[in-house]
Structures are given as C-alpha cells and as structure tokens.
C-alpha cells in the first residue's frame, strides 16, 4: 500500500485547536496524528461565507414577509435544510413549507418547541424575532 503523508499545516479556522487523524504505523498499528490542511481551511471559509450571505438574504426575505425566521436561524446554526428536517425529526418538505412566513405564522406550539429546541433558543425568539 503507498504511503500518504498527512499535511500538519497550520488552520486558522480552528482557532489554535488540532485535529486528530488515525493513521497506521509500519508495523501495521493505528496511532493518532495531528493534521491540519489549508485546503480544508480554505473549504471551511467559503462554507462560512455563503452560510453568512444565506443568512443577509434571509434577512432581507423576512423583512418582505416571504421568508420566516426559522430560515435565518437555520442558516446562523449552518444548517442546510436536510440538515434542520434531520435534528427536527420532520420531512424535508414540511420544514420547507415552515421556512414561508405565511406558514411560520400558522405553526403551533409543539412544533415551534422542536424548532426552538434545535436551534437553542426560546420560543419567544422565534415568535418576537426582530430585522
């Protein structure tokens, strides 16, 4: 088997913290080794870029009554809708339909709990959220 190096390059992105990867030995034995790559870094900051440009267009989306908060949180958690539909434990579908303020507006308590409890918040913020 070709032997890979593992890149040690220094990432900004986690802030002074490494990442663990396992790799075998010679003889065959797992051990664990610090990696750190500017390509995943770079990755990491586009990723973060476009969550915030998703986030400033759900802003403006809300403030037209077409997007609901649920949007804005979703993408301040960077969470993709898959991703929400998952922690919520809702079809894809259904949380798409939620992310509409016409929508949002018509949910009732239980389900705006899930969501709150999602994203971390109180229901309140959901319910009060101000642009």
């Known amino acids: 088997m070709e032997k890979i190096e593992v890149p040690k390059e220094e990432n900004k992105v986690l802030e002074g913290h490494q990442k663990v990867m396992y790799t ?12 750190g790559s500017s ?5 990491t900051q586009t990723a973060v870029e476009e969550f915030e440009v998703l986030k400033q ?3 403006e989306n809300i403030k037209r009554g077409i997007s609901s908060p649920l949007e804005y949180f979703m993408y301040e958690n960077r969470m993709d809708l898959a991703t929400l539909a998952s922690v919520v434990g809702m079809f894809q579908f259904r949380v798409k339909r939620h992310l509409k303020m016409s929508n949002f507006k018509k949910l009732n308590e239980k389900i705006l709990a899930k969501y709150a409890e999602a994203f971390n918040i109180k229901i309140e913020e959901l319910k009060d ?3």
């Open 129 to 131: 959220f101000k642009v």
């Open 24 to 35: 075998t030995t010679e003889t065959g034995d797992f051990q664990r080794t610090n990696y």
């Open 39 to 43: 390509v995943e870094e770079f990755a």
């Open 57 to 59: 267009e759900s802003i």
